[in-house]
């Protein structure tokens, strides 16, 4: 129960996520006894968690995100970092330009259009893991994402899906 719940906080197949591996291992390891390991990965979950979202939410992400779309950015850096600011607490600039490299490597051919779409794709991998769109939770984000509506639609889709989520 207790890794489902880091699983729903984490992202679909969360142990694959670069950022989070060293999390995992140490949670995770077969030096700590099996009964106390999902402990260890609630820990791990919360601490990741709330130095990512201090002073933040996913209205503001959204908000920020669909700002950037609206503009036309694509997915660099300084963007991806405006976008998500907590990522500066959990990664250090370095480890940041290497995640957005291996990211960028791994985004799908038809998302890679170095425009507003590949930047929703990229920022919602940031949020979300790298495998936000095989994740069940988020079938009407994905969708939006893959439907190449134009940027300011594809903004809009994606700022109200956060704000209905958000409830």
């Not at 601490?47 to 996913?58: E, M």
Request: one cysteine or more; hydrophobic letters at 45%; a positive charge.
């Amino acid at each position: 129960m207790r890794l489902s719940h880091v699983a729903a906080a984490l992202g679909h197949r969360f142990w694959q996520d670069p950022r989070l591996r060293s999390r995992v291992s140490a949670a995770m390891a077969t030096g700590r006894p099996a009964d106390r390991r999902a402990g260890a990965m609630i820990r791990e979950t919360k601490a990741w968690l709330r130095a990512l979202w201090l002073d933040d939410d996913l209205c503001g992400f959204a908000d920020r995100l669909a700002n950037g779309m609206d503009g036309g950015e694509g997915p660099r850096t300084s963007t991806l970092l405006r976008v998500l600011p907590g990522h500066r607490r959990v990664l250090s600039a370095a480890e940041n330009d290497q995640l957005f490299d291996w990211l960028d490597r791994v985004t799908p051919a038809p998302f890679r259009d170095g425009g507003p779409r590949h930047l929703a794709y990229m920022a919602c991998a940031l949020v979300h893991g790298p495998q936000w769109p095989s994740d069940p939770q988020y079938p009407r984000l994905a969708a939006a994402v893959a439907s190449g509506a134009e940027p300011a639609r594809l903004a809009a889709d994606i700022r109200r899906i956060y704000l209905e989520a958000d409830g």
